[in-house]
């Protein structure tokens, strides 16, 4: 299975701070990465697809980047809104993986 | 946003099986299938699989070979995850997404927490 591995694990940011998330792969898997946003309670939703490419609906401030086995996940200024737990997911090989997820958390 | 309803709360004895359904609002089913993960009690996502919307076909993930099936029913836009054998492990909400392209899925669901005890 492809390991999928998340960094930090928790974030403490403010509001309006410019935030990015790494997610590492153990093999490349090309840009067959997503990023999800979950708060609790709520299912995951689909922010990046594609490593890059912004979901229908999604405030541009997030963006994402990377190929091959290394991966951002790139808030440009935190809004109330966006202090949840974050997780990436390859889809390159099966069975599908999740990173073990970032909690991203008010200072 | 076409949101997809799910079943509600189940609770289960060690050894037998669930079915959780998954409906999408608006009889408007995704192009390329539902996707199914889950999430224990304060754990992160675990992909279950997934299933192609018209033509059926289905890739689980090889832990939950034997145990785990979906089906899909277009003329209700209704999907379902029925897994067998149930575990204390098993304890989890399941969620269901759509997939418009392979691989990164759309979860619009409430989820279905299943309690096995």
């Known amino acids: 299975d492809i390991q999928m591995t998340q960094s930090p694990s928790t974030l403490s940011a403010s509001v309006g701070d410019r935030v990015t998330i790494t997610c590492r792969a153990s093999?490349?898997?090309?840009?067959?990465l997503a990023w999800y946003q979950q708060r609790p309670g709520k299912a995951p939703k689909l922010l990046i697809y594609k490593a890059s490419n912004l979901q229908t609906g999604v405030p541009s401030r997030f963006s994402g980047s990377g190929s091959g086995t290394e991966f951002t996940l790139t808030i440009s200024s935190l809004q109330p809104d966006d202090f949840a737990t974050y997780y990436c997911q390859q889809y390159q090989g099966y069975p599908y993986t999740f990173g073990q997820g970032t909690n991203l958390e008010i200072k | 946003q076409v949101q997809m309803v799910q079943s509600g709360p189940e609770v289960k004895k060690p050894g037998a099986s669930v079915k959780v359904s998954c409906k999408a609002s608006?009889?408007?089913?995704?192009?390329?299938?539902i996707s199914w993960v889950r999430q224990a009690p304060g754990q992160g996502l675990e992909w279950l699989g997934w299933?192609?919307?018209?033509?059926?076909?289905?890739h689980f993930a090889q832990k939950f070979q034997g145990r785990l099936n979906m089906t899909i029913d277009t003329s209700t836009t209704t999907a379902y995850l029925e897994l067998r054998n149930l575990r204390s492990d098993d304890t989890a909400v399941y969620y269901c997404g759509r997939l418009e392209v392979a691989g990164a899925a759309d979860f619009g669901g409430q989820g279905t927490m299943v309690t096995v005890s």
């Open positions: 608006g009889d408007s089913f995704p192009n390329y299938g």
């Open positions: 093999q490349s898997i090309n840009t067959f």
């Open positions: 299933i192609g919307t018209y033509s059926g076909n289905t």
